[in-house]
């Protein structure tokens, strides 16, 4: 059995305390197994809680993961509520739509419960959004920890980050580009519209006057049902189903319904018309492994965006504000 000899020992152990003493450790697999050893576990026992009273919490991790980490970074900066002057970044249009924000307060008091002032609201968007993810049906993704939480709110920068509805897909893939997701990736990340749903807000300007021609039509005529009018009350809960066939599984059903015309917003729709994504739709409408495979790939990059580590950023007490 061949031994490490006593020198290279020695430069190991000097290598690790050079690194811990570094200050700037990067995201590790398993970042609270001293502080924290059951983190990880509670927030999959919260978020299988959660799903089971409310199915669609975990879609809202799963979106709640791509507008905190696209805008600069995966560090809760979304989760901030307006207060000591600063606007929180719930309020841009973009983010329009999301829901069950109350719920991270469950699950933040659970690990202040287990270990206070541990466990960031950073790492609990990536992981909540990892468990929803496997809930919904989608794959596994090994997700490493150790972000810390932003003391400011981007509110002015959401806009530039997160792209609107009716975006040209080639604007949507040089956002995704700069944050190192190539085509295959985001053609794979959107399809998280395989669940969830959509105002009529984002819908009616498909429908009326006309009819959008790149619609099927007895889709629209669908969808006219669910929206009556061309100009839905913003406050009125109407909204249509991403995916009428299977609403609660992140499976490439996505595809199928953008190849037959039966996309929602106008940006699923490009996927299919676009020549450098259509190649992609058609290998993913065919085989969910590999969409599973590129979701997760994909993820795990969105996840890893510029994280603050360490002294960059703090653990807040309550993910709303910051300490
Ligand atoms: C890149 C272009 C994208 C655009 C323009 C976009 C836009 C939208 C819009 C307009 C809605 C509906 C909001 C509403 O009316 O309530 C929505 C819903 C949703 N989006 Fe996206 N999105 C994009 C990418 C993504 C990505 C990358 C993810 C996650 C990986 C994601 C996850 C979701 C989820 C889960 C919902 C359903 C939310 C719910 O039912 O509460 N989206 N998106
Ligand atoms: C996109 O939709 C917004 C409303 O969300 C609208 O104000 C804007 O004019 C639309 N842009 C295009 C290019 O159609």
């Given at each position: 059995?061949?031994?490490l000899?006593p020198?290279?020992?020695?430069?190991?152990?000097?290598?690790?305390?050079?690194?811990?003493?570094?200050?700037?450790?990067d995201?590790?697999?398993n970042?609270?197994s001293?502080s924290?050893?059951?983190?990880?576990?509670?927030?999959?026992?919260?978020?299988?809680?959660?799903?089971?009273?409310?199915?669609?919490?975990?879609?809202?991790?799963?979106?709640?993961?791509?507008?905190?980490?696209?805008?600069?970074?995966?560090d809760?900066?979304?989760?901030?509520?307006?207060?000591?002057?600063?606007?929180?970044?719930?309020?841009?249009?973009?983010?329009?739509?999301?829901?069950?924000?109350?719920?991270?307060?469950?699950?933040?008091?659970?690990?202040?419960?287990?270990?206070?002032?541990?466990?960031s609201?950073a790492?609990?968007?990536?992981?909540?959004?990892?468990?929803?993810?496997?809930?919904?049906?989608?794959?596994?993704v090994?997700?490493?920890t150790?972000?810390?939480?932003?003391?400011?709110?981007?509110?002015?920068?959401?806009?530039?980050?997160?792209?609107?509805?009716?975006?040209?897909?080639?604007?949507?893939?040089?956002?995704?580009?700069s944050?190192?997701?190539?085509?295959?990736?985001?053609?794979?990340?959107?399809?998280?519209h395989?669940?969830?749903?959509?105002?009529?807000?984002?819908?009616?300007?498909?429908?009326?006057?006309t009819?959008?021609?790149?619609?099927?039509?007895t889709?629209?005529?669908?969808?006219k049902?669910r929206?009556?009018?061309?100009?839905?009350?913003p406050?009125?809960?109407?909204?249509?189903?991403?995916?009428?066939?299977?609403?609660?599984?992140l499976?490439?059903?996505?595809?199928?319904?953008?190849?037959?015309?039966k996309?929602?917003?106008?940006?699923?729709?490009?996927?299919?018309?676009?020549?450098?994504?259509?190649?992609?739709?058609?290998?993913m409408a065919?085989?969910?492994a590999?969409?599973?495979?590129?979701?997760?790939?994909?993820?795990?990059?969105?996840s890893?965006?510029?994280?603050?580590?360490?002294?960059?950023?703090e653990?807040?007490?309550?993910?709303?504000?910051?300490?």
């Open positions: 059995m061949a031994t000899a020198t290279s020992s020695f430069f190991l152990l000097l290598l690790l305390i050079l690194q811990l003493y570094s200050g700037k450790s995201l590790q697999i970042y609270y001293e924290c050893p059951r983190a990880e576990e509670v927030i999959k026992e919260q978020v299988t809680n959660l799903y089971n009273i409310h199915g669609n919490t975990a879609v809202s991790w799963i979106r709640n993961l791509f507008h905190d980490c696209i805008v600069k970074s995966c809760a900066s979304l989760l901030l509520d307006t207060a000591e002057g600063m606007e929180s970044e719930k309020t841009s249009s973009r983010n329009f739509g999301m829901r069950n924000f109350k719920y991270i307060n469950t699950i933040k008091e659970a690990l202040e419960k287990e270990c206070p002032m541990k466990v609201c790492d609990i968007v990536a992981l909540s959004a990892r468990d929803g993810v496997v809930l919904l049906g989608g794959p596994h090994e997700m490493k150790g972000r810390k939480d932003s003391k400011e709110s981007y509110v002015a920068q959401v806009e530039g980050f997160v792209p609107n509805h009716n975006d040209t897909i080639q604007s949507v893939l040089s956002v995704f580009q944050i190192g997701v190539d085509t295959e990736g985001t053609v794979a990340l959107l399809g998280a395989s669940i969830g749903r959509v105002h009529c807000t984002n819908i009616v300007h498909r429908i009326y006057p009819v959008d021609p790149t619609l099927d039509p889709y629209a005529e669908y969808l049902g929206c009556p009018s061309p100009e839905p009350n406050n009125a809960i109407e909204y249509a189903r991403n995916d009428r066939i299977t609403p609660m599984l499976d490439n059903m996505y595809y199928k319904n953008i190849l037959s015309h996309g929602l917003l106008l940006v699923d729709q490009q996927l299919v018309s676009d020549p450098d994504t259509y190649p992609f739709v058609e290998k065919a085989d969910n590999y969409f599973h495979e590129q979701f997760s790939k994909a993820l795990l990059i969105l890893e965006n510029n994280p603050l580590t360490e002294e960059q950023g653990i807040r007490r309550d993910c709303r504000y910051k300490n």
